[in-house]
């Protein structure tokens, strides 16, 4: 299987990665750290992010880098943060990864010049670190996942904290939310996870939130990909999915998950053979199930081919995230998805 040789090439060549120019060491190196989603409300295990000064300057405009990179300041009133939709909110994301930092809500007028926050979505985000620079003592705000200089938070701000986080706005933009949104989970596997993840990730800004790959359907606790591998794990290889059910339904979502899988393959899919490539919907909700049972004879009397459908419908059991170096696999590689789907 080809999959497995190019994750043994991955494992023998290094631990640290190149991806997209970002240096990011793989679970091997154990270079990871907690971050928070604000969407998901979950605390995930990422990479840090490194990058050149070359590539920094080629991602950032001439502002962004002079303040996240080289530790600028923008000057008072000079900018203003993106606002939310009418009737949405959002959150601030740092400018150089996307790591969420301040809820929108947050914000509040301190009449300095520079937006103001009296929290951050989870301190596991920002990192705080001693700056006597320009002959003050002062505490620096920086994201924990690539280091950009956010700004400085002082105590001198509003209840409950007392804290303001005094914050460039050239360093953040504005993922906005509707004020409503209430999000739910599915989960599919339909064989190597990395084109699966593909698949669902062209519908981010379209009711999907977020997504991870990882195991699941088995009793193996923790596993890692060499586990899953060896078939003896009961594990699937999955995709979880994040969405938001006003902007997308779980009918869906099963339509993308019937159409980039073969149902009627009962021992992997394209040239990935073995347990672990098996079809399967995990239903997290008896109305998953009924909607999953439906979709299933749907597909029997469209197709109407000889044998039965072998995608399973299973309740779900425990998500295990796969190594980071499985996240979002083409996206970070800057390619389109050649891990074969049906």
């Known amino acids: 299987m080809y999959r497995t040789i190019i994750i043994a090439v991955i494992a023998a060549l290094a631990t640290t990665l190149t991806v997209l120019g970002a240096r990011v060491t793989s679970s091997a190196g154990k270079d990871m750290i ?3 989603n604000a969407v998901t409300g979950e605390v995930q295990q990422v990479s840090r992010i490194e990058r050149s000064d070359e590539e920094w300057r080629r991602l950032l405009t001439p502002e962004q880098y002079r303040v996240t990179r080289l530790k600028g300041t923008e000057q008072p009133f000079s900018g203003s943060c993106e606002l939310p939709p009418e009737g949405a909110t959002g959150v601030h994301q740092c400018v150089g990864c996307g790591t969420d930092l301040f809820k929108y809500d947050t914000k509040f007028e301190s009449g300095t010049g520079w937006p103001s926050f009296w929290e951050p979505v989870s301190d596991l985000n920002i990192r705080r ?3 006597d620079s320009h002959g003050m003592r002062r505490t620096e705000v920086l994201c924990a996942r690539c280091g950009a200089h956010l700004g400085h938070v002082f105590d001198d ?5 007392k804290k303001r986080f ?3 706005s050239v360093a953040l933009r504005l993922a906005a939310q509707r004020a409503s949104a209430r999000f739910d989970k599915a989960t599919f596997a339909a064989g190597c996870f990395w084109g699966v993840e593909s698949a669902f990730r062209k519908l981010l800004g379209k009711g999907v939130a977020s997504t991870r790959v990882g195991y699941t359907g088995g009793d193996f606790p923790n596993p890692t990909y060499e586990d899953v ?3 003896g794990t009961g594990h699937f290889e999955a995709v979880e999915v994040t969405f938001d059910p006003t902007k997308i339904s779980y009918q869906g979502l099963l339509k993308v998950f019937w159409r980039i899988h073969n149902p009627f393959r009962s021992d992997g899919q394209g040239p990935d053979i073995g347990p672990q490539y098996r079809g399967a919907i995990f239903y ?3 109305e998953q199930r009924r ?3 439906e979709s299933k004879l749907e597909v029997e009397r469209v197709q109407r081919r000889s044998g039965e459908i072998a995608t ?3 309740p779900a059991k425990q998500f295990y995230p796969a190594e980071e170096y499985h996240q979002q696999y083409y996206e970070k590689r800057g390619t389109a998805a050649s891990c074969p789907i049906f």
């Not at 701000?157 to 904290?161: F, H, M």
């Open 34 to 36: 907690s971050i928070y």
């Open 129 to 131: 670190e001693p700056d």
């Open 157 to 161: 701000g509003p209840p409950p904290t």
């Open 166 to 168: 005094c914050i460039n």
């Open 229 to 231: 591998s060896s078939h």
């Open 284 to 286: 997290h909700t008896q």
């Open 291 to 293: 909607l999953a049972e």
């Open 312 to 314: 399973r419908i299973l």
